[in-house]
């Protein structure tokens, strides 16, 4: 660890001074500011004039602390110290990067030419002496970004600045600094910690959102299945990650996270998921590779899969904004419900193409976002969808027109269970009826498949019908697709032996190998059966403004606690689903659903011996194609507080996550 003096802006790094072979390449370094862990991004962001050293500069050598202001960031008060601290002061507030010890080491203020001699040589800054240099603004060196940065002294090359934090939820597999072209390579930094990986962030202020870049700076994390150029899945199994390091990093970055790179997101690691994107069971399924910690309640309380690291790490960190998941059966909207965040799956095929991507089930697959931000939610949606976005001008309009009737779902509205969760849940539906001007009608899903069902399927009920068609689709389809090819290129490498693959990925990948030819195809028949059905009897498409014949509200989670240690009960065929669930309609009918955040209730935790917070979720639904319908009406019902804006932390109100107390990281 390299060390930053207390009462000097120089990185003492004399190992950069000396004379080295050229086959050492600088990977940048992790440095401490005071009491805070930064890196020295690697990639030159521009020069700019060395000032004459002092003495203590001549003594240290090395990288100084050095802060950019850009003309448009002060106007015409670029010699007035009190706007010019006013400015930065804003920034601390506003930047989690930038601090005082930036001042220390020059400020380089964009200037008109013409008032560039006029500029005071020193000012008391943030209560900081600090150095002054004009730079006229017609010199390359005015081109940098307004922030701070890490100056080489000897050749004036200056370099971003990025802060560094512990992944104390695990949720990161891996941590990756973004390139200038997109690509982005292993953050080769560390800060003290144990057993967790640290994550880099670069500073806001380097960014400025615009139409063609709405999502500058905004920092993402990526589920490690996606394809990022430069850098290595490992679908959360070690054999896999291993057996094919030899091929190298993706040499092409999946369509999907392309869309955010090109908005301007930026990519801070890659996060943890149930292994393969199967639906791991904590204490049975986490062998392979240790899953992530929810930070909500006590902190043991699972955080669901497969997108298990982007639920808990958008819940956890309020460095992190967004997270790309993908959701087959469940796999974005349940980490987000336990979680207490915003999250979608978009309808079957709306949001782009799955190139690029380990898949679970092609049939059912769909990328998926989570978000503690409404506003900045519906953003990212926009990019991900593209012209197919088309529900939500103006997000909010005058007039906009909503469907009509809205079902509460038979036995997937859980009244009754506590006053506190009655109460979040009359609210919301009180609030969409205010909003949307729709009637509330009950839907009892299996009475009306009774009366409804295509004649062809028999007197079978909706869940005998659907009883393993989740589990045939999934399991034959990723074992045709991935595991297959995986253990034969394992057996050939490794004398015949088979790789270990966790229990819920390896139970289905054999159960797939013991089913009949005809199992599949009847699986496939029944899908695109129940869609038809549904498509035509509960959400229907309306083709007008109204977008879709009705919504449909349910509710899988309401605060009570699923503990990571919990055994899987005997007698479960394992990883094998059984039973349609209300989880499992979007994804059989490919139509859109989104989790939002509706509060928390107190609940005893058998390990605080306290009763702590946790999350209440509701989903709504809508017709195919009515996806940005679903944003809209989410951002209205959070304006009228019946969907909460969740804080990080270890509740929806951001209060101190308990077991990073008790790490000492508060």
Same mark, same amino acid.
């Not at 005809?518 to 229907?540: D, G, M, N």
């Given at each position: 660890?390299?060390?930053l003096a207390r009462?000097?802006?120089?990185a003492?790094?004399?190992l ?5 072979s050229a086959s ?9 500011v005071d009491d805070?862990y930064f890196f020295?991004d690697p990639?030159?962001a521009g ?5 004459p ?5 001549a003594?240290a050598g090395?990288?100084?602390g ?6 448009? !960031?002060?106007g015409d008060?670029?010699? &007035?110290v009190?706007?010019l601290?006013t ?7 506003l ?5 005082a010890?930036?001042?220390?080491g020059?400020v380089?203020?964009v200037v008109?030419?013409?008032s560039a001699?006029?500029?005071p ?9 600090a150095?002054v240099?004009a730079?006229?603004?017609?010199t390359?060196?005015a081109?940098?970004?307004s922030?701070?940065y890490?100056?080489d002294?000897?050749?004036g090359q200056?370099?971003?600045?990025l802060r560094l934090y512990?992944?104390?939820t695990?949720?990161f ?6 390139n200038p072209?997109?690509?982005v @390579?292993?953050?080769s930094a560390?800060?003290p910690?144990a057993a967790?990986l640290t994550i880099?962030v ?8 615009s139409?063609a ?10 589920k490690?299945l996606f394809c ?5 899945r490992s679908?959360g199994?070690r $054999?896999w990650y !291993?057996?094919y390091s030899?091929d ?5 970055t999946?369509?999907?996270v392309q869309?955010?790179v090109?908005?301007g ?9 149930a ?6 069971l904590?204490?049975a399924?986490a062998v392979d ?7 909500r309640?006590d ?6 899969g497969?997108s298990s690291?982007?639920g808990?790490?958008v ?11 993908? &959701?087959?059966?469940?796999?974005? @909207?349940?980490?987000a419900q ?11 095929g709306?949001a ?6 380990t898949?679970l089930s092609?049939t ?6 989570l978000?503690?931000d409404?506003?900045?939610w519906?953003?990212?949606?926009r990019?991900l969808?593209?012209?197919?976005y088309? *529900?939500?001008?103006p997000?909010?309009?005058e007039?906009?027109?909503?469907p009509?009737?809205i079902y509460?779902?038979?036995g997937?509205?859980?009244?009754g269970?506590r006053?506190a969760?009655?109460?979040m ?8 009826v205010?909003?949307?001007g729709a009637?509330?009608?009950?839907l &009892?899903?299996e009475?009306l498949?009774?009366s409804?069902r295509?004649g062809?399927?028999?007197?079978v009920?909706?869940?005998?019908y659907?009883?393993?068609t989740?589990a ?12 297959r090819?995986f253990f034969?290129d ?6 015949g032996?088979?790789p270990?693959?966790n229990?819920?990925a390896d139970?289905?990948w054999s159960?797939?190998q013991?089913l009949p ?5 009847a $699986?496939? @028949?029944q899908?695109?059966t129940f869609?038809?059905?549904?498509r035509?009897?509960?959400l229907?498409a ?13 509710s ?5 606690p699923?503990l990571r *240690?919990?055994?899987?009960?005997s007698?479960?065929p394992?990883g094998?689903p059984i039973g ?6 979007a ?5 859109p659903?989104v989790?939002?955040?509706l ?5 005893s935790?058998n390990?605080?011996?306290r009763?702590?917070?946790l999350?209440?979720?509701? &989903? ?8 940005a319908?679903?944003?809209r009406?989410?951002v ?11 804080r990080?932390?270890g509740?929806?109100?951001g209060?101190?996550v308990?077991?990073?107390r008790e790490m000492?990281?508060?």
């Amino acid at each position: 660890m390299l060390n930053l003096a207390r009462n000097s802006p120089w990185a003492i790094l004399g190992l950069f001074g000396l004379a080295v072979s050229a086959s050492v390449v600088f990977n940048g370094a992790s440095v401490q500011v005071d009491d805070r862990y930064f890196f020295i991004d690697p990639h030159v962001a521009g020069e700019l004039p060395v000032p004459p050293p002092t003495t203590a500069a001549a003594l240290a050598g090395g990288f100084a602390g050095v802060t950019v202001v850009q003309k448009q !960031h002060h106007g015409d008060g670029a010699g &007035d110290v009190a706007s010019l601290d006013t400015l930065l002061r804003g920034w601390a507030e506003l930047d989690d990067v930038f601090q005082a010890s930036f001042l220390e080491g020059g400020v380089y203020t964009v200037v008109d030419v013409s008032s560039a001699e006029m500029l005071p040589t020193s000012m008391q800054l943030l209560n900081t002496t600090a150095q002054v240099h004009a730079l006229p603004n017609n010199t390359s060196a005015a081109s940098l970004p307004s922030g701070p940065y890490f100056l080489d002294v000897r050749t004036g090359q200056a370099h971003r600045v990025l802060r560094l934090y512990d992944d104390f939820t695990n949720s990161f597999t891996g941590s990756l600094l973004q390139n200038p072209d997109g690509s982005v @390579r292993t953050l080769s930094a560390q800060r003290p910690t144990a057993a967790t990986l640290t994550i880099g962030v670069p500073s806001r202020l380097y960014f400025t959102r615009s139409p063609a870049r709405p999502l500058a700076g905004v920092r993402l994390g990526v589920k490690d299945l996606f394809c990022v150029r430069g850098a290595r899945r490992s679908n959360g199994n070690r $054999a896999w990650y !291993h057996l094919y390091s030899a091929d190298g990093p993706c040499s092409a970055t999946a369509p999907t996270v392309q869309r955010l790179v090109d908005a301007g997101a930026i990519i801070v690691g890659y996060q943890a998921l149930a292994q393969f994107a199967n639906g791991d069971l904590y204490a049975a399924d986490a062998v392979d590779m240790l899953l992530p910690f929810n930070p909500r309640g006590d902190g043991y309380s699972v955080p669901q899969g497969s997108s298990s690291g982007a639920g808990a790490a958008v819940a956890a960190y309020p460095w992190l904004d967004l997270a790309l998941g993908s &959701d087959t059966g469940g796999s974005v @909207r349940m980490p987000a419900q336990v979680a207490g965040l915003f999250g979608n799956r978009p309808t079957t095929g709306l949001a782009g193409s799955l190139e690029g991507v380990t898949p679970l089930s092609p049939t059912l697959d769909t990328p998926g976002l989570l978000a503690r931000d409404p506003a900045l939610w519906d953003e990212a949606q926009r990019v991900l969808y593209g012209s197919n976005y088309t *529900m939500a001008e103006p997000l909010v309009a005058e007039g906009a027109d909503y469907p009509k009737t809205i079902y509460v779902l038979e036995g997937g509205w859980p009244r009754g269970k506590r006053p506190a969760v009655d109460a979040m849940l009359d609210a919301v539906v009180a609030a969409a009826v205010e909003v949307t001007g729709a009637k509330v009608e009950t839907l &009892d899903l299996e009475a009306l498949w009774r009366s409804t069902r295509p004649g062809e399927v028999g007197d079978v009920t909706l869940a005998a019908y659907l009883n393993t068609t989740y589990a045939t689709l999934v399991a034959t389809e990723q074992w045709e697709l991935v595991g297959r090819k995986f253990f034969a290129d394992y057996a050939q490498k490794h004398d015949g032996r088979k790789p270990y693959v966790n229990p819920s990925a390896d139970g289905r990948w054999s159960w797939a190998q013991t089913l009949p030819t005809s199992a599949y195809p009847a $699986a496939k @028949r029944q899908q695109e059966t129940f869609s038809t059905w549904f498509r035509q009897h509960v959400l229907a498409a309306t083709g007008d403004a109204r977008c879709s014949s009705s919504l449909l509200l349910y509710s899988d989670y309401y605060g009570v606690p699923e503990l990571r *240690m919990t055994l899987r009960a005997s007698g479960l065929p394992i990883g094998l689903p059984i039973g349609p669930g209300t989880v499992y309609y979007a994804p059989f009918s490919g139509t859109p659903d989104v989790a939002l955040p509706l509060g928390e209730v107190r609940s005893s935790s058998n390990v605080t011996g306290r009763e702590e917070p946790l999350p209440v979720s509701a &989903d709504v639904m809508a017709a195919r194609g009515c996806d940005a319908l679903l944003t809209r009406l989410a951002v209205e019902l959070a304006r009228k507080g019946a969907v909460k804006v969740p804080r990080p932390g270890g509740s929806l109100d951001g209060a101190e996550v308990l077991f990073r107390r008790e790490m000492g990281l508060l």
